[in-house]
């Protein structure tokens, strides 16, 4: 049962390079985010998607792109990445009976 | 504009004692409020609640929330040093009915 899938675990970029953040989800769930969470604050939304072809922005969607395909992928993209975007990245889906968000493990970047 | 915020940011206590978090929020098309623990890594979901004056309960953490104050309170009885984290509450709402944003947590820690 793997549940939220996000790769990579970690990358290292330089400014202006560009990189896709992989989420996959079996679960089935309509409902997909993105977060970032820099130190110590808590998750700010980026993007989120209440199923395949609807995507909306959150509240900090500046610098961030998406795309939702199908139910199972939302993948996160950096056009041009800056060091303000250095932060650990969540992808998550959602359980719209239960409520329940269920978090993929994190991916840590860090822009240099 | 969406705001959720959440009292207060940090918290110290002993072993035994109760605490009682707060969230008050203001979303577009609110449809219920979601409750979070985060340790180390990505939190983890403790309740959703949709009616007002209903309360969940999980062991010592039980939860309650006021739709026409537009406010939650999280509480915890007999806290143990298991329960330090960071406490979130999220409301669902949004115009797709899909915007999940996340206060910015409090931060409870409990001493032996």
């Known amino acids: 049962n793997a549940g939220v899938t996000q790769t990579p675990k970690f990358r290292i970029l330089k400014i202006g390079q560009s990189m896709t953040l992989q989420c996959t989800q079996d679960?089935?769930?309509?409902?997909m985010y993105w977060y970032r969470q820099d130190p110590g604050m808590g998750l700010k939304l980026i993007y989120y998607?209440?199923?395949?072809?609807?995507?909306d922005k959150g509240e900090v969607p500046n610098g961030y792109n998406v795309s939702r395909s199908t139910t199972e992928d939302f993948p996160l993209r950096l056009e041009l990445a800056a060091p303000s975007q250095t932060s650990v990245y969540f992808c998550?889906?959602?359980?719209?009976?239960?409520?329940?968000?269920?978090f993929g493990e994190g991916s840590r970047l860090t822009v240099l | 504009e969406d705001k959720v915020v959440q009292s207060p940011l940090s918290l110290v206590v002993h072993e035994g004692d109760t605490v009682t978090l707060n969230c008050s929020y203001e979303?577009?098309?609110?449809?219920?409020l979601l409750w979070y623990k985060q340790e180390k890594k990505a939190p983890t979901f403790l309740f959703m609640l949709?009616?007002?004056?209903i309360e969940k309960k999980s062991g010592r953490l039980s939860s309650i929330l006021d739709k026409k104050e537009l406010f939650s309170i999280l509480n915890i009885t007999a806290t143990q040093t298991g329960d330090s984290a960071v406490y979130l509450c999220?409301?669902?709402?949004?115009?797709?009915?899909?915007?999940?944003?996340f206060g910015q947590g409090t931060i409870l820690t409990v001493h032996p």
């Open positions: 998550a889906s959602n359980n719209r009976d239960t409520g329940e968000l269920f």
């Open positions: 979303v577009t098309n609110f449809r219920s």
């Open positions: 949709t009616s007002s004056g």
């Open positions: 679960m089935n769930h309509n409902y």
């Open positions: 998607s209440v199923g395949a072809g609807i995507t």
């Open positions: 999220a409301p669902l709402g949004g115009t797709s009915y899909g915007k999940l944003t």
